[in-house]
């Protein structure tokens, strides 16, 4: 009976973590852009916010195009995941410069590890775009933190080459696998363990300050960003579900720090569900989130196939 609970919840928190993404990601779109003050000017700064819409972006999309890739091949296949990044793409969706022209490099021939090479003079993005996306990684190998890293970076490889792109992914794959572990009293320590980049360990160590302090939305801002830049919204993301302990008000609060609100609000659900479970996420959120043909039901399938290939490996 015990193992039963046990596997009970964890099918739960798989679940949770990838409507968790969406439903974050449906949250702050309609807000994507506007300053903390503004938010709090028009929603107030605490209670609900109201899921207007029900539609997600780009986030969210991707995401579902890493957990496709991933069930089909039981692991990671760089050609297949993207493949199928492109083959899913909706340029309604909200898909950034850099993610558009890394697929159109695809489209034209190119390698699935090179595409993104060329990106940014060179340099590669160290946008968000690979840690928003990154929750089924998190999930598969949660029990792995080697293989985990290992298959961030590579999936990362596709749009975003830059190293503090592809450490962002790690980082927020991580701090999910730690929420599903439930070893949230030693996240910090462990993030900052795992993480590689001093600019990344900085932003933990000034977390932890934050934590202690209480800080307001302003110190938030500026100590940890709320911004497009991986470095800006990962760590960001992570504070947001340390402050709090319920699902609803951490996503919250993360939207209401203004900027890139439908990734960070993304991220936030992703590390929150992994931690509470799908039961966690408002019903009134819940409801309201889009059920098309890829919408909250083929979501909550791809997470339990996830799970199920998971625990056959146990």
Avoid at 62 to 87: C, K, N, P, Y
Avoid at 181 to 198: A, K
Wanted: glycine share 12%.
């Amino acid at each position: 009976m015990l193992a039963e609970r046990k596997r009970a919840a964890l099918r739960s928190k798989f679940i949770g973590a990838l409507l968790g993404t969406a439903i974050g990601d449906a949250l702050g779109a309609p807000l994507e852009g506007w300053s903390s003050a503004r938010v709090v000017k028009v929603y107030g700064d605490a209670g609900r916010l109201e899921l207007v819409g029900g539609r997600y972006t780009d986030d969210t999309e991707q995401m579902i195009g890493v957990a496709e890739s991933l069930v089909r091949h039981a692991g990671f296949d760089g050609a297949d995941m993207a493949r199928t990044l492109v083959r899913n793409m909706n340029p309604k969706r909200g898909y950034g410069p850099g993610s558009r022209a890394a697929f159109e490099r695809l489209r034209a021939g190119a390698r699935w590890d090179e595409a993104a090479q060329g990106l940014f003079g060179g340099r590669g993005s160290y946008g968000n775009g690979a840690a928003m996306r990154i929750a089924p990684v998190g999930l598969l190998y949660y029990a792995d933190r080697k293989k985990l890293r290992e298959v961030a970076y590579c999936s990362s490889q596709i749009t975003h080459t830059h190293e503090l792109g592809k450490e962002g992914a790690a980082l927020q794959a991580f701090a999910i696998a730690l929420a599903l572990r439930d070893e949230r009293d030693e996240m910090l320590s462990q993030l900052e363990d795992f993480v590689q980049h001093e600019l990344y360990k900085e932003k933990l160590r000034r977390m932890e300050r934050l934590l202690r302090a209480g800080a307001r939305s302003g110190e938030i801002i500026a100590e940890l960003g709320n911004g497009m830049a991986a470095f800006d919204s990962v760590p960001t993301a992570i504070y947001s579900f340390l402050r709090y302990e319920d699902f609803e008000r951490s996503v919250a609060s993360a939207i209401r720090l203004g900027g890139d609100t439908d990734t960070i609000g993304a991220m936030t659900g992703a590390i929150c569900g992994a931690y509470y479970g799908d039961q966690a996420i408002p019903s009134e959120w819940l409801a309201r989130l889009e059920d098309e043909e890829k919408g909250k039901r083929y979501i909550a399938q791809l997470a339990e196939e996830l799970y199920y290939i998971t625990t056959a490996e146990q």
